[in-house]
């Protein structure tokens, strides 16, 4: 029996942001929190109960330490993690925008120790002990040694016999496009289940419709079986196998989208991991509409609150 059901690795980042939604520029307080693609999926699927181990490379200081020490609080194993006493912390500025201000993200990551990650740092036995593997385009953007390290890792986890997922998580302000296109799609080959959000589909792959069209397409084209498409407002669409599959989205009060799509991502890699992608999608919509209602990154319920939300059954007073 594999120790994790899921692992997973990236950059997490010290995240600051002005109180409530100022502007960067007018306030003497920021609120300091951690974030990352992978380590808020990773979170999320422990709060489902599931076994989660989340690595990276990170810097031997306050910072570095204050972002394992975030990520293991919610249950999730960092022993993985390598430790470096070289580089430093990436650090992202977001101002929580209202309609018709938008969010705007500002990142300080250049140099960062986790973007210094090569496969000839990582110990790939450790993929011996899980399940599952996931993987995001953010890390692939941050240098070829990243890139080479997720391309290595996916190959490694399908030998090992492991499921692989990968979302795209397109960053224009990482890299281009083409570069995107090319590097995503030499992964795929290894991938069993492909989050792609429509924008992304659009953007990286030039490919437009409705969602079930862009994952019947995505599928076809890069032969993985499973493909999820997130982002349209009629919610989320996608193919297995041979089957259609939608869920709807839910209404909730945002209060902060940063790490909606992770949340929404283990929801749905939980349903996966169980044979039943259909309730997987049903959870993903659930976690990605409670992670608008919670501040930071991170989803922090409980799998009696996301199941009460599946349920329709929220809202109102717990007495």
Not at 28 to 45: P, Q, V, W
Request: hydrophobic share 40%; net charge neutral; aromatic share 6%.
């Amino acid at each position: 029996m594999s120790k994790f059901d899921v692992v997973t690795f990236g950059e997490t980042m010290i995240r600051l942001s002005p109180p409530g939604h100022g502007r960067l520029e007018a306030v003497d307080t920021l609120d300091f929190r951690t974030g990352g693609s992978e380590s808020n999926t990773a979170i999320a699927l422990a709060r489902l109960g599931r076994q989660v181990a989340w690595w990276s490379k990170l810097p031997n200081n306050p910072l570095g330490r204050k972002i394992a020490t975030q990520v293991g609080r919610w249950g999730v194993d960092t022993s993985h993690v390598i430790w470096t006493p070289h580089g430093r912390a990436g650090v992202y500025f977001i101002e929580l925008g209202v309609m018709p201000r938008r969010h705007e993200v500002y990142y300080d990551r250049a140099d960062s120790a986790a973007s210094t990650l090569s496969p000839s740092e990582v110990d790939w036995s450790h993929l011996e002990q899980a399940r599952h593997l996931h993987l995001t385009g953010i890390t692939s953007a941050l240098s070829a040694g990243c890139a080479a390290s997720v391309a290595r890792a996916a190959q490694e986890a399908r030998a090992k016999g492991l499921s692989v997922s990968f979302d795209t998580n397109y960053r224009r302000k990482l890299w281009p496009p083409g570069q995107a296109k090319s590097v995503i799609s030499s992964v795929l080959p290894s991938v069993n289940l492909l989050f792609c959000p429509r924008d992304d589909a659009d953007i990286v792959f030039g490919v437009k419709g409705t969602s079930a069209r862009i994952a019947r397409h995505l599928q076809q084209t890069f032969g993985v079986p499973a493909v999820v498409v997130t982002g349209s407002p009629d919610g989320v669409a996608a193919v297995d196998g041979e089957r259609d599959l939608h869920s709807r989205n839910i209404r909730a009060m945002e209060v902060d989208r940063i790490g909606s799509g992770d949340a929404g991502n283990a929801g749905i890699i939980h349903g996966f991991l169980d044979g039943d992608l259909a309730t997987g999608l049903r959870y993903g919509s659930a976690m990605a509409a409670l992670k608008l209602t919670v501040p930071g990154d991170e989803l922090i319920v409980t799998k009696q609150e996301i199941e009460a939300v599946m349920n329709c059954a929220a809202g109102g007073v717990q007495r």
